[in-house]
Structures are given as C-alpha cells and as structure tokens.
C-alpha cells in the first residue's frame, strides 16, 4: 500500500496553496462556530458534562485530516451517537457520574478498535447488509426520540433517562403540572429564532446566535435565579492525557454499544462522504480507509477525555457549501475549538440548558425521512415494511433493539429475495428473434404448446424449491405445453442442491410427456452439468444456443421427436473445454 494511501492528506498537502487556505480557513471558522454550541448541546444529550462535547471536537478533526479520504467530511459528536451513548452506557453508570464519563470514553477506544479492524481486514463490504430503507427508518426513529429526550429540558422538569418514546411521552403527561413556562418559553423561543434566522440568512450562524442572545437575557435578567436551569461552571483548558480505563467486565459489557455505534457511526459517514464525494471530482472515498480513519479518531479522542464521534450530515454540508477544500478546514475548526477552551469557557456560565436542548431539536428535524416513506408505499412495498418495521422496533424497544431489528429485516429482505427470484415466462418479439417476458412487453408473442421460461437467479439450496415449483406449475396449468424451453443464460451457477432438483425436474416432465429443452448455458454451468452427468441427462438435442434455436426446432418437430440435434456431442466437449 502507497504512504499516500495511509495518509490521504500527501495527496493534497503538497500541492496546497494560499487561495485553498482562504477557503479552508472561511469554512473552519464556519464550522467550528457551528460546533461550539452543538458540541456542548451533544455532550449534555450523550449524560455528559457539556464540556466533553468540546472535548471530542479537537483531535478527532485532526486525526480525520490526516487519515480520512473525504476533503468535506467534518467529524466530532453528532446528536445519534449521543443518546446512544445515553441509552448503551446509562445502562450501567447514573449519566452525568464520574465512572459513567469513564465509561463513555471506554466505548470509544473499544468502538475505534473495532473499526480499524474491520479497516484492516478490509470487512467494509459488511455495512451492506442493511439496506437503505431500514437504515432511514431507524434514523427516523432515532431523531423522534432524541427531540422528545429533551422535552424534559424544554420544559424545566425532572425526567428519567430513557430512549423509549412512549415511556418519555407517559412521564411528561404525567407531570405536566411540573411545567416550568419560564423555561419553556426559552426553549420555544430558541427554536424559533434560530428558523427565522436560517430563513433570514443560511450563512448566519443561527445557534451560535441564539446562544449568544439566550445567555445574555438570563444574565442580565438573573433567569437563573427564577428557576431557569443553566450549564454553570465549564472548565478551563484542554483536555489532558489520560488511558481509558479497560478490563474485561467493561469490555464485556461495552462491546455491543460499541459494535453498534462502529456500524452506525461508519454507515452515517460514509453516506456523508459519498454525497459530497459527488460534488468533486479530484478525490475518491475509499471505504475500508475511512473505517481505518474513523477508528483512529475514536482511539486518538478517547485518550483526550473525548466521546464517541462520528460524521456529521449538518457541519459536513455547511463545511461544503462554505467552500472547503481540504482538510485543513476541519484542522483550524479544531484550533478554534482549543481557543474557546482555553479563553472563552467563562462566558458560557449562564447558557440555559434549555437552548441547548433547543440546538438538538433543531439539529435533528431534517433526520426525519419521511418522502422515503411515502415513495417506497408507492414503489416497494417490501422495503416499506423493511422501513416501517425497523421504525416501530426503535421507537418502542430502544435504539440497540432497533439496530438489531433492522439488522435482521435487511438480512430476511436478502434472503426472501434470494429465494424467489423473477421467473418469467417468454415471447417472440414480432418480426424478430427476441424473446422477452410477455408481461412486460405485451406485444410478445408465445409459440402454441410451447413454454419459454428465464430463471433471473443462480440456482442454490435457497432458491432451489421456488424453481421446481415455478417449473411444474406451468405443465400442471391449463392447457399443459408439449415442450418447454428454459432460457438459463442468467443462472450463473447451480449448486448440489440446485442440481439435485435439476434431476427430479427431468425426470417429472419426462414422465408427464413434455420435452425439455435448455438453451443459453454459460460455461460453467455447462461445467457443472457435464461433472453430474446432467447433459446427457438432458440429452445433446435438447441443448441450444439461444431460445430462438429451440422454438425453432420444435415447430420443425411438431411430433417432438427431434432428429436434427444443433449441437453434436463433440460441441458439447469443446465447449467444456472452453467455457
């Protein structure tokens, strides 16, 4: 492997010039303007001090830099990862406690581990197991449940951590009586100012604004003292080295969180990466070297006292329509974040929690797919109850479940597929020698007593009985054919299972007096056939080059007693021998 193949950033530093720094440097500061306050905001979702989700926003952006192929993908804590941190890690530490930090960050060098190992075994491929519609489904759910997570903050009461949505909504109606309206009305007002001002103006930093003017009215207003709950004292500083702490009770306990948030943190990423890698045509993601960069950053941020992150769909889009063009700007976002650290933390002493709560709930309105929803039920139903199912399982049973739900119902969507592939009976296209299937094109036309069927599929244990069935379904129709052609020039290879039924196949048409006929073999397929003794099963004069020969010989034959064979026996073996 190229050294700059492991540090993708050789392949644009060389050639980096000043005017590629005016725009990093625009779309840094940007960016790391954007982070301050939904770095806070994703800390107090994940049960953590605000001050972690500043934390995680340094060295995982300079990791990235160096290690990650995408030049817009901006990295650092993102609102799912969060409350799977809160969901996964509450589960054994009060969120907010000192071993219930340590934990989270346990999660995040075991998480990184995984992924580079997954990165160097070049295991990337294994994401693909869960299809789009159950990854929008549980995104989905995932965003309802993060935005009613806060409503305890939005309405200044007293809530039990929890990533169930009808347990969040049973106690908030239970104690709405609790409601504090000074609060509510901040965090209500925060909302809308922050829509008004991205309508107003998509370059205005809208939630850095509304912090700024939120922390000034409880300031000057004393809100704090009226029952508005605010951060109060931020450290000062960067973080300092520490090594996670890591045993076998915690690695235990852990690794399923931990494999989860790898998936979904890769999955999220690389879908981030891959839209904008679109928009640019001098670089290419490379999936196994992103899950190696992700991985890093997880490993180099967890022993800088940082949570688990990931990409982010919010700041990675204004990083790219900011201008971008490197890494770089994810470095100086960084370097910005280090300077708030180190001067400005003072300043955030009087940041009500219910504007942090309000930046969360805006962050994740645009997670909710609901056109998804609504183009798969009319298109694919499969996938539609793929979606839905995967939806209702996160919402009702909790995020793990919900990705592992999801998992499921992608793998049975595989199989079910796999298993009944499109069987299609064929027809003449008139004045030509085509064949196609007569549903789609109805203008094809079927020989009289004559079958032509594509099996769309190879022919394997998990298909096989679907093709014995679809096969003696249509001689045990109305109006049985005296001959049926299988066009097998889409069956790439057959099993001993698949081959196994081939036999009984012959065997039942024989016995019911229909002549069978295969035409389009391709070369292994014929290799396989010949090695289990199924093409003289079949018999020479059965086997033809394209479905057109066999309809042909057959309306030349009309007693079925072919005598004119279109391959001899010394074709067949020549053709074996070259496939």
Same mark, same amino acid.
């Given at each position: 492997?190229?050294?700059?193949?492991?540090?993708?950033?050789?392949?644009?530093? &060389?050639?980096?010039?000043?005017?590629?720094?005016?725009?990093?440097?625009?779309?840094? $500061? !940007?960016?790391?303007?954007?982070?301050?306050?939904?770095?806070?905001?994703?800390?107090?979702?994940? +049960?953590?001090?605000?001050?972690?989700?500043?934390?995680? +926003?340094?060295?995982?952006?300079? @990791?990235?830099?160096?290690?990650?192929?995408?030049?817009?993908?901006?990295?650092?804590?993102?609102?799912?990862?969060?409350?799977?941190?809160?969901?996964?890690?509450?589960?054994?530490?009060?969120?907010?406690?000192?071993?219930?930090?340590?934990?989270?960050?346990?999660?995040? $060098?075991?998480?990184?581990?995984?992924?580079?190992?997954?990165?160097?075994?070049?295991?990337?491929?294994?994401?693909?197991?869960?299809?789009? &519609?159950?990854?929008?489904?549980?995104?989905?759910?995932?965003?309802?449940?993060?935005?009613?997570?806060?409503?305890?903050?939005?309405?200044?009461?007293?809530?039990?951590?929890?990533?169930?949505?009808?347990?969040?909504? *049973?106690?908030?109606?239970?104690?709405?009586?609790?409601?504090?309206?000074?609060?509510?009305?901040?965090?209500?007002?925060?909302?809308?100012?922050?829509?008004?001002?991205?309508? /107003?103006?998509?370059?205005?930093?809208?939630?850095?604004?509304?912090?700024?003017?939120?922390?000034?009215?409880? %300031?000057?207003?004393?809100?704090?003292?009226?029952?508005?709950?605010?951060?109060?004292?931020? &450290?000062?500083? @960067?973080?300092?080295?520490?090594?996670? #702490? /890591?045993? %076998?009770?915690? /690695?235990?306990?852990?690794?399923? /969180?931990?494999?989860?948030?790898?998936?979904?943190?890769?999955?999220?990423?690389?879908?981030?990466?891959?839209?904008?890698?679109?928009?640019?045509?001098?670089?290419?993601?490379?999936?196994?070297?992103?899950?190696?960069?992700? +991985?890093?950053?997880?490993?180099?941020?967890?022993?800088?006292?940082?949570?688990?992150?990931?990409?982010?769909?919010?700041?990675?889009?204004?990083?790219?329509?900011?201008?971008?063009?490197? *890494?770089?700007?994810?470095?100086?976002?960084?370097?910005?974040?280090?300077?708030?650290?180190?001067?400005?933390?003072?300043?955030?002493?009087?940041?009500?929690?219910?504007?942090?709560?309000?930046?969360?709930?805006?962050?994740?309105?645009?997670?909710?797919?609901?056109?998804?929803?609504?183009?798969? %039920?009319?298109?694919?139903?499969?996938?539609?109850?793929?979606?839905?199912?995967?939806?209702?399982?996160?919402?009702?049973?909790?995020?793990?479940?919900?990705?592992? !739900?999801?998992?499921?119902?992608?793998? $049975?969507?595989?199989?079910?597929?796999?298993?009944?592939?499109?069987?299609?009976?064929?027809?003449?296209?008139?004045?030509? #020698?085509?064949?196609?299937?007569?549903?789609?094109? &109805?203008?094809?036309?079927?020989?009289?007593?004559? #079958?032509?069927?594509?099996?769309?599929?190879?022919?394997?244990?998990?298909?096989?009985?679907?093709?014995?069935?679809?096969?003696?379904?249509?001689?045990?129709?109305?109006?049985?054919?005296?001959?049926?052609?299988?066009?097998?020039?889409?069956?790439?290879?057959?099993?001993?299972?698949?081959?196994?039924?081939?036999?009984?196949?012959?065997?039942?048409?024989?016995?019911?007096?229909?002549?069978?006929?295969?035409?389009?073999?391709?070369?292994?397929?014929?290799?396989?056939?010949?090695?289990?003794?199924? @093409?003289?099963?079949? +018999?020479?004069?059965?086997?033809?080059?394209?479905?057109?020969?066999?309809?042909?010989?057959?309306?030349?034959?009309?007693?079925?007693?072919?005598?004119?064979?279109? %391959?001899?026996?010394?074709?067949?073996?020549?053709?074996?021998?070259?496939?």
């Amino acid at each position: 492997m190229r050294f700059d193949q492991i540090f993708p950033i050789a392949q644009w530093l &060389p050639n980096y010039s000043s005017r590629d720094f005016r725009a990093d440097f625009i779309a840094g $500061l !940007t960016v790391g303007v954007m982070l301050v306050p939904q770095g806070m905001a994703y800390g107090l979702l994940a +049960g953590l001090p605000p001050i972690y989700g500043l934390y995680s +926003g340094i060295l995982p952006l300079f @990791l990235y830099a160096f290690f990650g192929t995408s030049r817009q993908l901006s990295v650092g804590p993102v609102a799912l990862v969060s409350l799977l941190i809160l969901s996964g890690v509450g589960a054994f530490a009060e969120p907010g406690t000192d071993y219930f930090v340590t934990l989270a960050i346990s999660t995040a $060098l075991i998480a990184g581990v995984i992924q580079i190992l997954l990165g160097l075994f070049r295991l990337g491929f294994l994401v693909n197991f869960l299809s789009h &519609p159950v990854i929008s489904g549980f995104t989905s759910a995932a965003a309802l449940i993060i935005a009613f997570s806060q409503t305890a903050n939005l309405l200044g009461i007293q809530a039990p951590r929890s990533n169930i949505i009808h347990e969040i909504l *049973g106690y908030i109606l239970a104690h709405l009586a609790e409601v504090h309206l000074l609060t509510l009305g901040l965090g209500l007002g925060g909302i809308v100012f922050m829509l008004l001002v991205k309508k /107003l103006h998509k370059s205005i930093p809208n939630a850095l604004a509304t912090v700024i003017v939120g922390t000034i009215l409880v %300031w000057y207003f004393q809100l704090d003292q009226q029952g508005v709950q605010i951060v109060g004292v931020v &450290p000062k500083g @960067l973080p300092t080295f520490s090594i996670p #702490k /890591l045993d %076998w009770q915690i /690695l235990s306990d852990l690794f399923p /969180l931990a494999l989860t948030i790898c998936i979904i943190s890769f999955i999220e990423s690389l879908a981030i990466a891959k839209t904008i890698e679109s928009q640019h045509k001098e670089y290419k993601v490379v999936p196994n070297q992103e899950l190696f960069a992700l +991985g890093l950053t997880k490993i180099g941020g967890a022993f800088f006292q940082s949570f688990p992150t990931t990409g982010s769909f919010t700041r990675s889009a204004v990083n790219n329509e900011a201008g971008a063009k490197t *890494g770089m700007a994810s470095i100086i976002s960084a370097v910005l974040i280090s300077l708030t650290l180190l001067f400005l933390t003072p300043l955030f002493y009087f940041l009500p929690k219910a504007l942090l709560a309000s930046i969360i709930v805006v962050a994740v309105r645009n997670l909710i797919d609901y056109k998804e929803a609504i183009h798969l %039920w009319k298109t694919d139903k499969k996938d539609f109850i793929s979606l839905i199912g995967t939806f209702l399982a996160t919402l009702t049973l909790g995020i793990q479940i919900g990705v592992l !739900t999801g998992l499921i119902l992608s793998l $049975l969507l595989i199989i079910y597929k796999a298993s009944r592939p499109q069987f299609a009976v064929l027809g003449r296209l008139p004045d030509t #020698k085509t064949f196609r299937n007569v549903l789609r094109f &109805p203008e094809a036309i079927e020989e009289p007593g004559i #079958k032509v069927v594509r099996f769309d599929s190879q022919l394997f244990f998990g298909n096989a009985e679907f093709f014995r069935e679809s096969m003696e379904d249509l001689i045990t129709a109305p109006g049985q054919p005296r001959a049926v052609v299988l066009d097998a020039s889409i069956i790439s290879s057959i099993d001993s299972t698949g081959i196994q039924v081939f036999k009984g196949l012959i065997h039942y048409y024989h016995n019911h007096q229909v002549q069978f006929l295969v035409s389009g073999l391709i070369g292994p397929v014929r290799d396989t056939l010949h090695r289990n003794n199924l @093409l003289q099963l079949i +018999g020479e004069r059965n086997i033809f080059l394209r479905a057109h020969d066999a309809v042909t010989f057959l309306s030349n034959t009309p007693d079925s007693t072919p005598q004119n064979p279109i %391959w001899s026996q010394e074709a067949i073996q020549t053709n074996l021998k070259n496939p």
